[in-house]
Antibody, heavy 123, light 107 residues
Framework: EVQLEESGGGLVQPGGSLKLSCAAS????????MHWVRQASGKGLEWVGR??????????VYAASLKGRFTISRDDSKNTAYLQMDSLKTEDTAVYYC??????????????WGRGTLVTVSS | DIQMTQSPSSLSASVGDRVTITCRAS??????LNWYQQKPGKAPKLLIY???SLQSGVPSRFSGSGSGTDFTLTISSLQPEDFASYYC?????????FGGGTKVEIK
């Protein structure tokens, strides 16, 4: 069964750090790019960033709005991707989703999603 | 960076209506445009990829068109289960980006 499970969310104070995990199964994790997408309550979807596969040198790219505070990594031996969030702000409060992608007929899209994990940044 | 603009941000429609949502990219993205449906408390669901290709299992009343900078999602006959939010997303170049969303409500 194809599955994604995000974990690690919770309550953190402004300025703090949190590391989210995304455990994958049922598909070729090592060959997929892994993305993080977030959604604040009542708001739209926001792409956070992605890490490519080993074949693409684990290249990462992030949304400019994050200004270097977030870092995506992966452990292919554990079929797990991570999102390290530092210097957290109240506006980072959101549900965080991970989602894989790989090119199909030259197109990239997100057809598999987890349930998400809620991060709340508050004092 | 490529910006995605959706319109309208919300609309009210009745069951059976034909609904059209538009998405505009700030620069050409060829056909690298995807559409998602999201219901409250749920993860997004892929409807259309490559601007016009219907994802497996998605009803044929959903269709997508466009290329370059202007795209359209059409629901030919709105069903009760279609009341949801819809998002476009460009996958042409990183950083990727979603449109602001369109909420389809019951009239």
């Amino acid at each position: 069964e194809v599955q994604l499970e995000e974990s690690g969310g919770g309550l953190v104070q402004p300025g703090g750090s949190l590391k989210l995990s995304c455990a994958a199964s049922g598909f070729t994790f090592s060959g997929s790019a892994m993305h993080w997408v977030r959604q604040a309550s009542g708001k739209g979807l926001e792409w956070v960033g992605r890490i490519k596969s080993k074949a693409d040198s684990y290249a990462t790219v992030y949304a400019a709005s994050l200004k270097g505070r977030f870092t995506i990594s992966r452990d292919d031996s554990k079929n797990t991707a991570y999102l390290q969030m530092d210097s957290l702000k109240t506006e980072d409060t959101a549900v965080y989703y991970c989602t894989p992608s790989h090119p199909v007929q030259g197109y990239w899209y997100f057809d598999l999603w987890g349930r998400g994990t809620l991060v709340t940044v508050s004092s | 960076d490529i910006q995605m603009t959706q319109s309208p941000s919300s609309l009210s429609a009745s069951v059976g209506d034909r609904v059209t949502i538009t998405c505009r990219a700030s620069q050409s993205i060829s056909s690298h445009l995807n559409w998602y449906q999201q219901k409250p408390g749920k993860a997004p669901k892929l409807l259309i990829y490559g601007a016009s290709s219907l994802q497996s299992g998605v009803p044929s009343r959903f269709s997508g068109s466009g290329s370059g900078t202007d795209f359209t999602l059409t629901i030919s006959s709105l069903q009760p289960e279609d009341f949801a939010s819809y998002y476009c997303q460009q996958s042409y170049r990183s950083p990727l980006a979603f449109g602001g969303g369109t909420k389809v409500e019951i009239k």
